[in-house]
């Protein structure tokens, strides 16, 4: 009975060598037999890193105005994850292999930078750039500041020989409509001139300057007849009293830069459609560099204005007015900026008039960089 045992045992266990597990049955015992288990070949492919927020895919720059923000993505691989690292630091995956990791942003620009090792040690590595601006806390937030406006509309002059005008008063009382319905500014802090005298003039920019604090913003607009005198190198606005005979009631820039001066505001803009306004400026240059952030803007000081043109006459019907008021109605940031402003009409306007508009800083009156900011409500 032995020897048939092993006879029979024999022959099967080298059939068998190189199968898988099986299971032999003599007729009084039973041998289990294991082949080696089959090795799948190592994975060689390295993961792939999906940012799904903030979205890089728009080909823009990815500007966030919060300080932190949540960076989510997914891992995608065919083999386990074994580390992920999100700006150097080790973050755990979710369901699905997605992972949310909260970074803190430094103003300016922020390098994000997310590292995938799989189990076979593949390595993927992705950078985008965050640009970190913060938001601006302006101070009439707070209650610390307001917004002041002088609106001078002059249509009729007391001496003949001196055009009347049929628009400036309208295009005044429109501005103050858009300023009051759409920004940050109260009807009981602007100020509206219908026609004023000389002494009117004088009378109001003598109240800003005991009104007007350091925390608020003033903005000064001006429609009417100016003149320049290219020999003299002086600008003036003529109010309604002004006579062609004489300067006597004739307004002078300098008369008005050294009301500037005075009003200590933040941020003061002068928008004057009177074509007198190259003597006034420190640079006539279109419009400044725009490279900063708003809220530094808003910090500095400024004095800045935007004019007409400089011409010695203007257009009753004002492209430079018209498109000015229609680019505030129709403006939709929160946050526009005096030079954003005239960079949005100030083609518009010369393609469509006879005037090339100016805009720049004030001549020594205390402009430090800053801007002028409008704020929608």
């Known amino acids: 009975?032995?020897?048939?045992?092993?006879?029979?045992?024999?022959?099967?266990?080298?059939?068998?060598?190189?199968?898988g597990s099986q299971v032999i049955t003599s007729e009084k015992s039973?041998?289990?037999?294991?082949?080696?288990?089959?090795?799948?070949?190592?994975?060689?492919?390295?993961?792939?890193?999906?940012?799904?927020?903030p979205d890089f895919k728009t080909g823009e720059p990815v500007v966030s105005h919060e300080e932190n923000i949540s960076v989510v993505g997914q891992i995608t691989d065919e083999s386990e994850i074994k580390t992920l690292f999100v700006n150097g630091v080790s973050t755990e995956l979710a369901k699905d292999n997605v992972f949310v990791s909260k970074i803190t942003l430094k103003e300016g620009s922020n390098e994000i930078a997310v590292i995938a090792v799989d189990q076979y040690n593949n390595v993927t590595e992705s950078k985008q750039n965050i640009n970190f601006y913060p938001e601006i806390v302006f101070r009439t937030l707070n209650g610390k500041g307001s917004y002041y406006?002088?609106?001078?509309?002059?249509?009729?002059?007391?001496?003949?020989?001196?055009?009347?005008?049929?628009?400036?008063?309208?295009?005044?009382?429109?501005?103050?409509?858009?300023?009051?319905?759409?920004?940050?500014?109260?009807e009981d802090q602007i100020k509206l001139l219908k026609n004023p005298s000389s002494e009117d003039l004088i009378i109001a920019l003598d109240e800003l300057a005991h009104k007007i604090t350091p925390d608020d913003n003033l903005?000064?607009?001006?429609?009417?007849?100016?003149?320049?005198d290219d020999k003299a190198n002086i600008g003036y606005w003529l109010p309604s009293d002004a006579k062609q005979v004489n300067k006597a009631a004739w307004f002078r820039n300098s008369t008005l830069c050294d009301y500037l001066r005075e009003i200590d505001s933040k941020h003061t803009l002068l928008i004057a459609d009177a074509c007198f306004g190259g003597s006034i400026f420190k640079t006539r240059a279109a419009f400044p560099d725009a490279t900063k952030a708003v809220n530094m803007l808003y910090e500095l000081r400024s004095r800045k204005a935007m004019t007409?043109?400089?011409?010695?006459?203007?257009?009753?019907?004002?492209?430079?007015?018209?498109?000015?008021?229609?680019?505030?109605?129709?403006?939709?940031?929160?946050?526009?900026?005096?030079?954003?402003?005239?960079?949005?009409?100030?083609?518009?306007?010369?393609?469509?008039?006879?005037?090339?508009?100016?805009?720049?800083?004030?001549?020594?009156?205390?402009?430090?960089g800053g801007d002028f900011v409008f704020i929608r409500k």
């Open 1 to 19: 009975m032995i020897k048939r045992i092993c006879f029979l045992i024999i022959p099967v266990i080298l059939f068998n060598m190189n199968v």
């Open 30 to 53: 039973s041998i289990h037999i294991k082949s080696k288990k089959e090795v799948k070949p190592a994975d060689e492919v390295p993961p792939v890193i999906t940012i799904m927020s």
């Open 149 to 186: 406006a002088l609106l001078i509309g002059i249509d009729k002059y007391t001496d003949p020989a001196i055009p009347d005008l049929d628009n400036p008063i309208n295009d005044a009382t429109r501005l103050q409509n858009i300023l009051v319905s759409k920004y940050t500014f109260q």
């Open 219 to 228: 903005l000064i607009f001006y429609a009417g007849h100016g003149w320049f």
């Open 308 to 368: 007409s043109g400089t011409l010695t006459e203007v257009p009753d019907r004002s492209a430079f007015v018209r498109y000015l008021l229609d680019r505030l109605n129709e403006n939709s940031e929160k946050y526009l900026t005096s030079e954003q402003l005239f960079s949005s009409f100030r083609m518009a306007v010369i393609n469509n008039s006879d005037v090339v508009p100016q805009y720049g800083e004030i001549y020594n009156v205390g402009d430090e």
